[in-house]
């Protein structure tokens, strides 16, 4: 039982480290109007997604759900102009976190969160 566990967690770990690899060559390399905007928003729940399910491998169906609920609260936070009342300057945080609300972000992390969800089920399902 732990051995699977384990191996749950690689394959988590493998798809962060990847998937947070490919983020930031985008965050740093692209910079036009679709792959930065909407596919980083997409693979970012991704990321958020599969860092938590290092953490906990097993008995979170609904992390995904979880995953849509922190992403949406963060966006509410960019709304309420979050950055600005915590008092971080910090450049690379202030990008991290995000600074502008916007409706398509939410839907690409909806999306994000399906395609994590559906990942997840396809990785991870019993072998019959």
Known sequence: MKSEAFRKRLI???VFVFLFFVEVLIALYVHDDFVRPYVGDMIV???VWAFARIVFPDRFKLMSLYVMIFAILVEVGQYFNYVDLLGITNPILVTMMGTSFAWADIACYAVGCIVAAVAGYIMLRKKA
């Open 45 to 47: 729940t991704v990321v």
């Open 12 to 14: 988590f770990l493998a």
